[in-house]
């Protein structure tokens, strides 16, 4: 099991910027498609951006493209997901996940075969 810390999540404003962590307690991410979730209250998850574990693909939720940028650092075992552009509804916990594949080309943009959690990190936009 890997461990995953996210940190970087605040209270901003419309249109201001941030940029979330997610750091892994293994020795390296390269075996990992990663993701990133996002639950508001009374909401289910939702898919907001995934990675394969080379970093060759990428996918994201249709109202975060152009605004979010999903990129690992493989040195630090971290992945990250810069958020421009911020809107209210963008309000939310936001969760990374982690899964082991073999395929360097493998990413998933439901959370069904994610196996590893963070705890999250509170983002909240005020108009």
């Known amino acids: 099991q890997v461990q995953l810390v996210e940190s970087g999540g605040g209270l901003v404003q419309a249109g201001d910027s941030l940029r979330l962590s997610c750091a892994a307690s293994?020795?390296?991410?390269?075996?990992?498609?990663m993701g990133w979730f996002r639950q508001a209250p009374g909401e289910e998850r939702e898919f907001v951006a995934a990675?394969?574990?080379?970093?060759?693909?990428?996918a994201y939720l249709d109202s975060v493209k152009g605004r979010f940028t999903m990129s690992r650092d493989s040195a630090k075992n971290t992945v990250y997901l810069q958020m421009n552009s911020l809107k209210p509804e963008d309000t939310a916990a936001y969760y990374c996940?982690?899964?082991?594949?073999?395929?360097?080309?493998?990413?998933?943009?439901?959370?069904?075969?994610?196996?590893?959690w963070g705890q999250g990190t509170q983002v909240t936009v005020s108009s």
């Open positions: 990675m394969s574990p080379n970093g060759g693909r990428t």
């Open positions: 996940a982690a899964t082991m594949t073999y395929d360097d080309d493998d990413y998933y943009d439901t959370a069904g075969p994610y196996k590893n």
């Open positions: 293994e020795r390296t991410l390269s075996m990992y498609a």
